[in-house]
């Protein structure tokens, strides 16, 4: 029994350690269309494109983030039990409701802000949204390899086509400007060329999952026609447990992500108030969007990642009723979480500039974006573990609690960024400051949920210590390496890529020194018996 309980818990990191490193590798592909893009639209461009965008995200979670979380969740309890007739059921009733979600998003997204972008982003939203309803079901399987793979197929188109529209039409519009003498149609045809390839590379993504799914239909079928689980809920039952899991769902992730809408709105309107000119805050807002976002965004996608390996899993634990599995998989979610985020978050502060150079060029703004990157990385930690915890709390059926908690802090934090705006002069640095502070309350009310209903406490040493001052040794050896290659060529390409290099052995190597990882975890993480060898080999385990 015991050794088939490990098993279990391996096959679960192994899942999760799949997800994450896709997820990573679309989030590194993600950075790497968005630094041309970034530099054909520049700031302006930037911001343009970002407002398009945060509009579009937020129509999209109804249909392709909330769906695949309620399938897996309600697919995962059925499989706990045998009940593969309903598992199917669900993800069949789920497909119709989405064709209706795709055309509600689709009328809804008809908006004047950054119309052509949203435009052309548009019929996007009911291809990610069947496409995200077939990634729910596997990964209510209990397989992600099909999620993972067709994010990675889905980001290679994305960034193929959005640089080769961004470019044609940022020209485009640049003649445009040209002709009647404006300003800015460079700027929105190149925003809405960028957007473009957002729907092919969901349309490709989608024709892979269908594939998928034609090609294990006879194994599935297979499994239906063996299923002895009892009776299968109606299709009204179905809809109405769909309505009741997605609507938190939509709720606490709505919540949790207006908050770049809000951002928006208030810095853009209370620096108008200030009498900033218009170019000049589309400028600022373009930095934060475009490049720090863009960069602080790449290690979160592990917390996402884990939270969509660990909802399922933590399904089937509380169906079965065991408590002991849900605090060693929580436990276990966050040690992976913090050992990838904390470092990544060192990193990026210690060799911002460097890096930002590297990607960026050496523009105007770049102690601007610096600064930001330097303040703000904290926040990647803070987004991680939140990220994480609310998926903890919904894989223990906990949904209401992660929309009061991301209503409280989106309120709070709204307030400070007033504030902030208008008493102390910190322009862009201020919606920095808001959103660490957001995250930070995210963070301490959905810990302190999860440790009153299941009676858990997070280990410390080895989730958050260790990999902190691993981290530290490895920072310290990156800017050690930067500067003297720096001194020595001054050749900033060389000395960040090297410095980087570097840091990944330095920083594994005092991790496992300082026993930040077991055995059995680091097994879990992609090429985990290789990694496992390799130390026993090193003497590091």
Known sequence: MGTKNRKK?????????????????????????????????????????????????????????????????????????????????????????????????????????????LQVLAPTILVVALMGCMRGYFQG?????????????????????????????????????????????????????????????????????????????????????????????????????LMVTILPVILSTAVYNLSGIIDQGIFKHLMAYKNYDSMKIDELWGIFSGEYKVLTNVPIAVASAMASSTIPVLTRARVNRDRREMRRKTENSIRVVMVICIPCAVGLSVLAEPILRLLFGAKEHIQISASLLQMGTVSVVLYGMSTLTNGILQGMDKMR????????????????????????????????????????????????????YMRYRQEVMRTFLVPLASSAVMGGAAYGVHKGLMAVSDNNTVATLVACVCAVPVYATALLLLKGLTEEELSGFPKGRLLVKTAKKLRLM
């Open 401 to 452: 609690l992660p929309v009061i908690h991301a209503a409280v802090s989106l309120v709070l934090h709204a307030g400070l960024l007033v504030v902030l705006v208008m008493t102390a002069d910190l322009n862009i640095y201020a919606v920095v400051w808001a959103n660490i502070f957001f995250a930070f309350l995210m963070c301490v009310l959905n810990s302190r949920t999860i440790a009153r």
């Open 9 to 117: 818990g391996s096959d679960y990191i192994v899942q999760g350690g799949i997800l994450a490193a896709a997820s990573i590798l679309v989030r590194i592909i993600g950075l790497a269309y968005r630094i041309p893009v970034t530099r054909i639209l520049g700031p302006v461009g930037n911001s343009y494109y970002s407002a398009a965008f945060e509009v579009y995200s937020m129509v999209l979670l109804i249909s392709s983030f909330s769906l695949p979380l309620a399938v897996s969740k309600l697919v995962s309890a059925r499989m706990a039990k045998g009940r593969v007739k309903s598992a199917y059921k669900i993800y069949r009733c789920t497909m119709v409701f989405d064709f209706g979600a795709g055309f509600f998003s689709d009328v809804l997204v008809n908006t004047p802000e950054s119309r052509l972008a």
């Open 141 to 241: 399987l209990g397989s992600m390899v099909p999620t993972a793979v067709s994010q990675i197929i889905e980001q290679v188109i994305n960034a193929a086509v959005s640089i080769g529209a961004a470019w044609v039409l940022f020209d485009y519009g640049a003649k445009l400007d040209a002709l009647f003498t404006t300003k800015t149609a460079a700027y929105a045809y190149g925003a809405a060329g960028s957007t473009f390839g957002t729907g092919a590379g969901a349309f490709v993504g989608l024709l892979f999952l269908v594939f998928i799914m034609f090609v294990y239909s006879r194994s599935m079928k297979k499994r239906r026609s063996m299923d002895r689980g009892g009776r299968v809920e109606s299709t009204g039952e179905i809809y109405g447990l």
